[in-house]
């Protein structure tokens, strides 16, 4: 149980990174066509 917490809670910036790089990517390309 506490295992399976602490990998979510280490999960997490990963998740929010790979978010907000695919939103980077999106507006770039917005802006760049």
Known sequence: ??????????HLPYVLGIAGLALAAGIALALFQ
Request: charged share 20%; proline share 0%.
């Open 1 to 10: 149980m506490l295992l399976a917490t602490h990998i979510r809670r280490a």
